[in-house]
């Protein structure tokens, strides 16, 4: 059974900081590729950031990238988003997800949530 917690959400003010951990049960097997996605009202979830399960391959949304940092813990249940110079437009609830599938091949229906955890910039 894969269960993901997300935690590290809050307010911050635009140009702030925060950082996202996400601590994982579960096989190692289900953490070939994690990830986090965001969703702000309205609007559809998207990808903000993905990696191997090393951390040696990265991949950003364009809107974040010089922003945001995805790393993995020494731990290899966790990991994290580190969110750097924060903007009104990134408020969101914010999820980690994980897959069995490597990051080439994972799709929407292959990834594990969390509960996510909200992130207000203002």
């Known amino acids: 059974h894969v269960q993901l917690v997300e935690s590290g959400g809050g307010s911050v003010q635009a140009g702030g900081s925060l950082r996202l951990s996400c601590v994982a049960s579960?096989?190692?097997?289900?953490?070939?590729?994690m990830g986090w996605f965001r969703q702000a009202p309205g609007k559809e979830r998207e990808e903000v950031a993905r990696?191997?399960?090393?951390?040696?391959?990265?991949h950003y949304a364009d809107s974040v990238k010089g922003r945001f940092t995805i790393s993995p813990d020494s731990a290899e249940n966790r990991w994290y988003l580190q969110m750097n110079s924060l903007k009104p437009e990134d408020t969101a609830t914010y999820y980690c997800?994980?897959?069995?599938?490597?990051?080439?091949?994972?799709?929407?229906?292959?990834?594990?949530w969390g509960q996510g955890t909200q992130v207000t910039v203002s």
């Open positions: 990696m191997t399960t090393s951390g040696g391959i990265k």
């Open positions: 579960g096989s190692t097997a289900s953490r070939a590729c």
């Open positions: 997800a994980s897959s069995f599938r490597t990051c080439g091949l994972v799709t929407q229906s292959t990834w594990y």
